[in-house]
Structures are given as C-alpha cells and as structure tokens.
C-alpha cells in the first residue's frame, strides 16, 4: 500500500465522521436551504447596469411561456377531449439512438422516430425529459409528463408550481441536446427536401439553446424558467457544457450541423464563448483559492445553490469531472482555462479516497465500507466551508455520515462515485499538451 493510502486509510474515518468506529457517532450538520428563483424583485436589486438585460431576458421568458400554453391549447377544437399525458419513461438515449451507422438515419425506422421527436418539441424549441420518443405526440396532448412529484408539498424544494405544466423544455437527464444531435444525423442522412423539417427543428432548437442562456452565460435546468432550484445555472447532468458543445458543433460545422446561416453560427460562437466564462466565473473559491465546481450556482450571483431536500450547497465531485472533461476538449485554452482545469485536478486528487467501497450490504442497504485496495472513490458533494464530505436526506438535513441517512436516499443516489477518475485519466494528456 502507497504513504498516501496508508495515511488516507488511517484519517479518513476520524477526519470525516464516518461512523466507521464503534464509538464514532455521526451529526447532523444543519438543514438544507431552498434556492432562490429569478425574480423581477431580485433583478431590481441588480446594479443599474446591469438590470435591463435580466429584465429583457425575465420578460421574454414569461411571454415564451403564455406562447407555449396558448400554442398546446389551439391545437384542439373546441370541447375536444384532452388526450392522457405521455407516458413517463426513464432518461438520456434510451430511445434516441446517437450511435447507430449512416444508413440507420436515413432508413424508415430513423425517419419514424424523428417525426415523433420533432412532434414533442415546444413552441419555444426544446424538448421535455423521460419520454418514450418513439410514440409520436397526439394533438392537444401536453409536452411534458406529469410531475414526478405530483404532491404540492411546500417543504418539497421540488413540488412544481403547476404539476401538469413542467419541464417545458429543459436540458435535465439530457432532454434537448440529445433530440437535436439525433434529428441533425438524420438530417445529414437526407441532404434532399425530406430532410428539410428535421433542419427546421434542429434551428429552432438552436434558437431555443441561444433564447434561454442567460445573460452572464449560463443556462437554467428548464426554459421558460419555472422558479426554485430549476432556474439556476445547473452544471447537474452536464446541462451547461451539453449545451455549449453544441453549440461548438454549430461553429464547426461538425456532426451533421453544417447547413445552418451564418447568423445563428455567430450567435453560437458568442454563446459558447460566454458559457465558459459563466464556468470559469462558477468556480468555488474556499480562502481566495480556487477549488472545483457546484451542481449549480444562482443564476444572479453564481455561487452554489442547492436544488433538491437531499442536495445541498456542495463543491461536487461529479459535476467537476464533467466540467474538466468539457474545458480540457477546448482548443487553444486561455490562461484562465489552464488554470481552472489544473486547481479543479489538484482538488480532485486531494479528495480520493481508497481502501473504501460503497456497495449494498445484505440487510442495510448501500454503505460505506472498509475494504483493502479498493477505490478511488469520491463524495458526490463536499462542504463549502470544512471540504469534508456531506450527505442529504429527504427531510432537509445535512448530515457528515453517509450511513446515517435513510436507506431510501442511500440506495437511490450516487453518494459516492469513481466518475473523476475519467477526468485525472484526461488530464495526463492534457497536461503535456499545454504547458504552463
């Protein structure tokens, strides 16, 4: 075993609370705190400066949304009957193939499936999540599922504000890119007119990408905003940086996005541009150095936001990963870049842990446990303040041991992951190749 392994074996359990001793007992650290939404009220308390752009941009939100709303409603005549929502299905490309050969996307099979992605976009031109793309949508029949939580609860940061009408559209579980970079392949796999509308979709969705990035750079989990954690800058499931290499894609003229006006190529380039800038500016600082990176940031004051009960403010290991991995693809990276990318390594690998698994036990649910050679591992989320690893449960509470909290929240999230291994794997190359 390493002097490091030795020496992280030895502390972690002490310096971490982890109730791996008899005698350790575990805390509760303190009680989650909801994210703040964009507002009129905030935005007036903005520098004057500063104001008319986050005003111009709340404005054309709301007026999105009625559009939206009306759009949906127009479709049936009437006294029609409504049609039952879609039927929810799990996230990201189960039903989206992103790998298939040219000759898939140009057969009958790939033309059916985009005519149903292409029927399930939003007037605004993004897509909702967690939808069986292959069942085209029906008129009148809503863009999004119902909730996933469909109990109103205030003291659920994530009760939607009308349980019917959210997620219209968003880039959460990969929702919106995902639609794009396929409709573009068979797009590209039909040069002639019978591709003409999958082109027309894929523009709208870059205007829809270009329409709700906000005005320092970022973009929110789901646009029109909807309000609470969903309106701040979500690096969660890579929202930002999918965004944005799409938008790269644009200006390259790369995977199948070749054939939009020099316009939007323009705005794509701006845009990607300006999306870096709200990453570098996101970066956590703890005593003026700079560390890693939030699952999200307040969309006025980009400093870590939480989002759901069990997900607190945190500097967060997976979300640096997919933050390093997207800044460390950028050619020719600035000064800034460089030094982003390397601070977020060097605090990636102070954070290992090895001789550690998290994995089911057989009567406990899944936890934290001693084994010899195991790892590395890393905590989803470290404290803002200490950067020891912290833990949140259903009922708000913020606690120092992951094997304190409800075998529920245990079972159903990554608390601790190997992801960031990907990211020091790519750094080596990286590295050598800019230096200084």
Do not use: C
């Amino acid at each position: 075993m390493s002097a490091y392994r030795t020496r992280a074996a030895a502390l972690f359990p002490l310096l971490m609370g982890l109730a791996l001793a008899p005698l350790a007992k575990a805390e509760v650290l303190r009680q989650n705190v909801p994210a703040q939404s964009l507002t009129a009220a905030r935005i007036a308390a903005l520098p004057e400066a500063e104001r008319a752009a986050w005003a111009a941009y709340l404005d054309r939100s709301h007026a999105q949304a009625l559009l939206d709303r009306a759009t949906l409603a127009g479709e049936l005549a009437p006294g029609a009957t409504v049609p039952p929502a879609p039927i929810a299905f799990g996230g990201g490309l189960r039903f989206i193939p992103l790998d298939q050969t040219a000759e898939w996307y140009a057969s009958d099979e790939a033309r059916t499936l985009a005519d149903a992605v292409v029927s399930f976009q939003t007037p605004a031109g993004g897509w909702s999540k967690n939808q069986d793309r292959r069942l085209a949508r029906l008129p009148g029949q809503r863009y999004s599922n119902d909730a996933e939580t469909m109990e109103l609860n205030p003291e659920n940061f994530d009760a939607p504000v009308d349980r019917f009408w959210t997620f219209v559209g968003t880039l959460d579980n990969d929702a919106t890119w995902t639609e794009m970079r396929f409709l573009a392949k068979v797009a590209a796999a039909r040069p002639g007119a019978d591709g003409d509308a999958y082109r027309a979709s894929v523009t709208k969705g870059v205007n829809y990408l270009l329409n709700a990035q906000y005005p320092n750079g970022g973009w929110p989990q789901i646009w029109p905003v909807e309000g609470g954690f969903h309106d701040a800058v979500t690096f969660n499931d890579n929202a930002v940086a999918q965004a944005a290499m799409l938008l790269e894609d644009v200006v390259e003229e790369e995977h199948g996005f070749d054939f939009l006006p020099d316009d939007l190529k323009t705005r794509a380039a701006a845009a990607v541009e300006h999306g870096v800038a709200a990453i570098l500016a996101s970066q956590v600082r703890v005593n003026g150095e700079l560390t890693a990176w939030p699952q999200q940031v307040d969309p006025l004051t980009l400093q870590p936001s939480s989002a759901r009960n069990y997900e607190p403010q945190s500097i967060a290991s997976g979300e640096t990963t997919d933050i390093l991995l997207f800044l460390m693809r950028l050619p020719d990276p600035s000064a800034e870049v460089k030094t982003a990318v390397r601070a977020a390594v060097a605090w990636l690998e102070e954070k290992r842990l090895y001789d550690h698994v998290f994995e089911m036990t057989e009567d406990d649910g899944r936890k934290l446990m001693p084994r010899e050679g195991a790892g590395p591992l890393w905590s989803r989320n470290y404290d803002l303040v200490t950067g020891l690893p912290i833990f949140g449960d259903k009922n708000q509470m913020i606690y120092d041991d992951v094997n304190e909290i409800s075998i529920g929240r245990r079972n159903g999230y990554s608390w601790w992951i190997n992801s960031p291994q990907k990211a020091l794997d790519a750094y080596v190359a990286w590295n050598a190749a800019n230096p200084g």
